[in-house]
């Protein structure tokens, strides 16, 4: 295996929320070519911001923009090993846990989720940044 997830273990507690797994504590990988994809807001490709007021559309959108940044590089959603969350309401992110599954809830990357008290326009409820790696 070129990518191993660690989620527990001695003094580490496993990274569960609503009964399900979010992120692992560690990633370890013997893949050569890092991929670093800078902070996804929810812009659509003319540079519209979509969902303002609604954290899960944006949170789609963010995914969407990320696997579209991956594919530029030559990786998928499948080879993300980090993921680095600002959001400007904790609460409305954990409200969309589960669409934040759907793009990377099977690859369980190492993961640090902040709340900042504003993005780069009031309207931005959510950016993301990703590190892949692939062979």
């Known amino acids: 295996m070129t990518i191993e997830r660690f989620l527990e273990g001695p ?8 009964g399900r797994d ?3 504590h560690a990633v370890a990988s013997r893949r050569p070519k890092m991929i670093f994809i800078a902070g996804q807001l929810a812009a659509d490709k003319d540079g519209n911001i979509v969902g303002k007021g609604d954290m ?20 998928t959603l499948d080879d993300i090993v980090q993921t680095s969350t600002f ?5 409305k992110f954990r409200e969309c846990l589960d669409v934040r599954h759907e793009y990377i809830g099977k690859v369980l990357p190492t993961s640090t989720t902040v ?21």
């Open 22 to 24: 979010v992120y692992a």
């Open 87 to 91: 959001v400007t309401d904790w609460e």
């Open 56 to 75: 899960r559309a944006q949170m789609r959108q963010v995914g969407e923009n990320i696997k579209a940044a991956l594919a530029l590089a030559g990786a």
């Open 11 to 18: 003094g580490v507690r496993r990274p569960n929320f609503g």
């Open 115 to 135: 709340q900042v008290s504003a993005l780069a326009h009031p309207d931005y409820m959510i950016e993301i940044s990703v590190i892949a790696m692939v062979n």
